[in-house]
Structure formats: C-alpha cells, structure tokens
C-alpha cells in the first residue's frame, strides 16, 4: 500500500512541475574564438547575434588552410561560483572518430545541437571554409541548476592546440511559476 502512496505523490509532483513550471531558458552571453597557429587556423568572424532580450544566436566562420585528419577536442565546462569552477564534465574526445560512430554521450549531445547548422557534417579530413551559422535552438537534456556556464574547447590537430573557442551562457530553470504572473 506505501508503494502506491508514493507513486501517487510523484505523479501529483509531477503534474505540478508539468502545469505549473515554466521552460527552461538559455541565452548565450559571450564567444571567445581564437586561433593559435593563424597558418593553419584563421577566424573571420565568431559572434553572438542578438535577436531579442531572450534570443541569441552563434556564428562562427573560420577556414583551415591545411587539411585536418588528426583532430582531438578538449572540453571543459565550468559554472560561475566566485569565478568560473569545473562543473560536470571535463574530458577529451577524438574527433575524427567521433564523426565516424558518434559514441561519446556528451559529445552526441553537443553534435544533435550543431549538426544541422554547420559545415562540420562529415568525417576527416576537414580543410576550407567551416562553419557554424545561426545556431540558437540549445536543448539540453539534463538538468542544470539556474546559473551562468562557460564551455571550453580546445581544438587539437596532431596533438597540437591549433585555436580555442569558448562560449558563455546563462541558463534559468524556473520549477515555479513567477508572481508577477498571478
């Protein structure tokens, strides 16, 4: 009988959280691109656009000059508690083989998220133009707490850090709705 008590009371839970909650919201503050070895990597432009006091998106334009075949990926994120701390994850990821079988969980997230508005849609070798353009539909599949992150990644070819691009944001997770709606 206890049992079915508490399955009553996490539906009643849930019901609330469902009816009463509001979406999460994310919204990009900062991108910081840079490019390490500019003979190999150049940036034409990494930048935010604003397209409401709630909405921005992420565009990014850089060629490689060289082809890229050994490609790895350091990232990092980190939630803002007097200055950015390391939060949730920290790992580093082959990319090339990323792109061949898609088995990083994490990094699949991150890849269901760009994939349809980038270049970077195929595997290695990666030369010429690439880019990221409008990519403002972020869905997280996790819980977060409300905050403000920083995600770091640092791109490697052949073990050697060739440019950086990080991007900050702020996400609120509202459970209850606001008064000021009442």
């Not at 469902?18 to 150049?42: D, F, I």
């Not at 403000?148 to 070819?157: G, N």
Request: proline content about 5%; glycine content about 2%.
């Amino acid at each position: 009988m206890d049992h079915k008590v508490f399955i009553f009371a996490v539906s009643l839970l849930l019901l609330f959280y469902l009816g009463c909650g509001e979406a999460p919201s994310l919204k990009m503050t900062n991108a910081v691109c840079k490019s390490y070895n500019q003979s190999w990597v150049v940036f034409h432009y990494c930048r935010l656009k604003a397209y409401s006091r709630t909405k921005t998106s992420l565009n990014l334009n850089l060629t490689f000059t060289e082809p890229a075949n050994n490609i790895s990926v350091h990232v990092k994120s980190m939630k803002k508690a007097n200055g950015y701390k390391p939060f949730l994850f920290d790992f580093t990821l082959d990319a090339c083989e990323f792109m061949r079988r898609r088995n990083h969980p994490v990094a699949k997230i991150i890849w269901n998220m760009i994939r349809n508005v980038s270049t970077v849609n195929h595997t290695c070798p990666y030369t010429g133009l690439q880019m990221l353009s409008d990519f403002h539909n972020v869905d997280i599949p996790l819980p977060l707490p409300s905050g403000d992150y920083l995600v770091l990644m640092d791109w490697l070819f052949d073990r050697k850090p060739q440019f950086a691009t990080n991007v900050y944001f702020t996400y609120v997770e509202d459970l209850l709705p606001s008064s000021s709606k009442h």
